[in-house]
């Protein structure tokens, strides 16, 4: 998978390329609007990153560029102002996605790959699994080493989305948006509490633990060690 | 002509006093000047018909002693000492029989037809002005026409007495504008001197000084409302830009001690080699506590825009019970791990934005749990009224003293001081529950007795 990151602020470029670069993808970084509508439209990738305010040309002109050579890839834009109009203007304009500065890196990974997840149109199983876990979503019935687990709804649909993007990192925020459909920034530790009473009921009486939690970003669901 | 000056009250007082007075006085001159002309004229009327009785009486009697030759004797005897008083005598066919020196008719009218009558009033060879009249004087005989008398009085002296009469009304009328518009701008002053004294006062106020009022106490009551209200709008805004510098130095504060923490932190990290773990370590806890920092940052300038009036929230139709509902499932898991007893009733709808009221509930409801002790009770009433909707949100626990409750919604206000960042909220919550009643045209308000702590956020129905 690769992906072109236009940003022009050093420090921001470089961790992106690096982030990005660990977690498995190509990364191209250009450091202008210019450059950057140079590569979108001469190479191929599977997804582009924009920030908004660039030298020479905007992240808007990029975005405009991009869309008028018949190019469809997914693009997720940056920008440091949280302004409505903004966003309107992006999405307006063919983006994808939208973060506003600062942003969790963890985030920024998880959107990347629920846009990239949107772009491949895979069947989606009936049944998840990871290890001995087993996540009927035909039936909603729950299963570790054959035996039945009883989950509230929510518990039921936070275990989906763990298993669903087992080995990604999911930060907080991301959890209470695809969960529980709370858009803002709870003050409080729900997730985390939320997190450990379906730790208690999938994995406390099991030797192999699979939700671990990820200091400082969030939770993954993994099967190995 | 449009002054289009700044006005003075002052000049205008000063200006007014004076045109009064100046009009006053100078209707005042004009009508004493009328009378004194008319007495005047009243005195040489009598004066000349009292001659002419004379004239009359010489005429009769000179005709009686012969053909009227003794009449200049007579007549000239009779007016000795008349300073200004002419007498012509012509007979009926026109001949002249006496006319005094000095005596200037108009030429047109002479020698006088019998009924032929003076203008009342005249200028002479001399420019003199003169005063006249005629008349008749029967001479005894029968069949004899009567002889025509002609009187003439100087009004020299009477001219000079109204010019002079009249220049000295004119300089009074000035003197009299000139002193009471000096007059009326000391009384401006004195009487404006309360107004300056506010200015001063108000001047001497400044942004370190708004603790100073006003007092009321020696202004004129026409003023105390003014002064009054100078001092409620001094309050509001020491009020306001307390809480403004409140909130820089509680900024100040809440972003300098995880600055200096992460600082720290990283500068005892970076001093000497250490293991993977220990790396892991406080880049996680960093981490954290930049992620909690980054999330102060977005509250405080949520914040900021509301104040600036840019929150403009959506209007649609927001089921008031669905969104708690859904708050409840994503706050059940702390719900249940403090054993809370919960009850919701009611159900209403309101117009806004979805979003921004889910939040602001939510802010409510987790202050609510964090706030009730284990096995406490949590009660959310949704209340419809006529013109407005009300979330209320009951929690037991600890009452807030009163002192406390209307800062509550304050920025970073915390009721105890040393439990500063203990908790994980941000101490924005309330600040920004209460920002979006308003941006939604409602309210919020609290009141807590008897362990019962009652958080309310109330909407108008409707379009705000």
Known sequence: ????????????????????????????????????????????????????????IEGWQV??????????????????????????????????????????????????????RRGSKTREADVLRAADLELDLMRRRVTRDGKKIDLTSKEFSLLELLLRRQGEVLPRSLIASQVWDMNFDSDTNVIEVAIRRLRAKVDDSF??????????????????? | MILRRQN????????????????VLLILGLVIAELVERHFEDMDVELLEGKLQLVQHA?????????????????????????????????????????????DFPKNNLPPRLGGLLPKTWRGLGEQHYRGI????????????????????????????????????????????????????????????????????ASDITANSLDQRIEAGEIPIELA???????????????????????????????????????TQTQVMLSRERSIDDYQDVLASNAEELERLSRTIADMLFLAK???????????????????????????????????????????????????????????????????????????????????????????????????LPRLFDRFYRVDPSRHRSGEGSGLGLAITKSIAMAHRGAVSVKSADGRTTFSLCLPIGSY
């Open chain 1, 1 to 56: 998978m690769r992906i072109l990151v236009v940003e022009d602020e050093p420090k921001t470029g470089d961790y992106l390329k690096q982030g990005l670069a660990e977690a498995g993808f190509m990364v191209d970084l250009a450091r202008d609007g210019l450059d950057g509508l140079h590569l979108a439209l001469t190479e191929a990738y599977d997804l582009a990153v924009l920030d908004v305010m660039l030298p020479g």
């Open chain 1, 63 to 116: 975005l405009q560029g991009i869309r008028k050579a018949g190019k469809e890839m997914p693009v997720l834009f940056l920008t440091a102002r949280d302004s409505v109009d903004d966003r309107v203007k992006g999405l307006e304009l063919g983006a994808d996605d939208y973060l506003v500065k600062p942003f969790a890196f963890s985030e920024l990974l998880a959107r990347v790959r629920t846009l990239l």
């Open chain 1, 207 to 225: 030797e192999l633990k699979l939700i671990h939690t990820v200091r400082g970003m969030g939770y993954v669901l993994e099967a190995a060690e």
């Open chain 2, 8 to 23: 003075s009250l002052t000049a205008r007082l000063t200006l007014l006093f004076a045109v009064v007075s100046s009009g």
């Open chain 2, 59 to 103: 005429v009769l009697s000179a005709r009686a002693e012969g053909n009227f030759d003794g009449l200049p004797e007579q007549l000239q005897a009779a007016l000795v000492g008349h300073h200004g008083l002419a007498v012509g005598v012509w007979g009926a066919d026109g001949k002249q029989l006496f006319l005094s020196d000095g005596a």
């Open chain 2, 134 to 201: 005629s008349g008749q004087a029967p001479t005894g005989v029968d069949g004899e026409p009567p002889a025509v008398v002609l009187l003439s009085t100087s009004l020299t002296h009477h001219d000079h007495f109204m010019q002079s009469f009249r220049l000295a009304m004119w300089a009074l009328v000035a003197i009299a504008a000139l002193l009471t518009g000096f007059l009326g701008w000391l009384a401006a002053r004195r009487g404006l001197a309360p107004l300056r004294n506010i200015t001063h006062r």
């Open chain 2, 225 to 263: 409302e003014v002064v009054n209200t100078l001092n409620d709008m001094l309050g509001r805004l020491k009020e306001s830009f307390d809480r403004l510098s409140d909130f820089s130095s509680d900024i100040a504060h809440e972003l300098r001690t995880p600055v200096s923490n992460l600082l």
């Open chain 2, 306 to 404: 509301a104040d600036n009036q840019l929150l403009v929230p959506t209007q649609e139709a927001v089921d008031l019970k669905v969104e708690i509902s859904s708050l409840l499932e994503f706050y059940e898991p702390l719900i249940e791990e403090k054993k809370l007893q919960l009850a919701f009733h009611g159900h209403t709808e309101v117009r806004g934005d979805r979003l921004m009221l889910r939040r602001a509930v939510g802010n409510l409801l987790s202050n609510g749990i964090r706030h009730t002790p284990e096995h406490g009770l949590i009660k959310i009433v949704l209340e419809s009224g006529e013109d407005q909707v009300c979330v209320r949100i009951e929690n037991s626990g600890e009452t807030i003293p009163s002192e406390h």
